[in-house]
């Protein structure tokens, strides 16, 4: 058993609620560790302190308040969604992925920037229909560019 185990029993022992059983092992344990007696007398003293100590008075006011509190508390948490919505939701990503997911956006929107800021392609054939309706003089200039 650990010191903490047993700082646990001589709190039981000093409240009168450890079994004859475990006192007698309590305190042949007590009889080898110097720590655990020093404890067992400090436990002693605060628990004779604290029996000696008058209880204090309450206002029924502060009971009436501390309840109300607890009412409303406990009527708030009823009405509180059972989900949270997207806008105030936290997500945490780990660095690297933040990292990878920047540098493939970043790697295609160069990868699209050319295709999509391809400027028009000109039409160099006129349709017969069309070019029959042309003056000479303006398909003379069209042949010229």
């Excluded at 646990?8 to 042949?28: N, P």
């Excluded at 560790?33 to 006011?61: D, M, T, Y």
């Excluded at 059972?82 to 929107?109: H, Q």
């Amino acid at each position: 058993m650990t010191h903490e185990n047993y700082q646990q029993r001589i709190s039981l022992y000093v409240d009168h609620a450890l079994s004859d059983k475990d006192t007698s092992k309590l305190f042949a344990h007590l009889s080898r560790c110097k720590e655990c007696r020093s404890f067992l007398k400090l436990a002693s003293h605060v628990h004779a302190r604290i029996a000696n100590q008058e209880l204090a008075e309450v206002p029924p006011s502060l009971d009436r308040r501390v309840l109300a509190s607890v009412a409303t508390t406990s009527d708030r948490s009823e009405r509180r969604p059972w989900y949270a919505p997207m806008w105030f939701t936290r997500i945490s990503i780990p660095l690297p992925a933040a990292a990878s997911i920047l540098f493939l956006i970043m790697v295609g929107s160069l990868l699209l920037s050319p295709i999509l800021a391809q400027p028009p392609q000109r039409q160099t054939e006129i349709p017969a229909q069309l070019a029959s309706k042309i003056p000479a003089s303006l398909q003379q200039l069209q042949l010229n560019k």
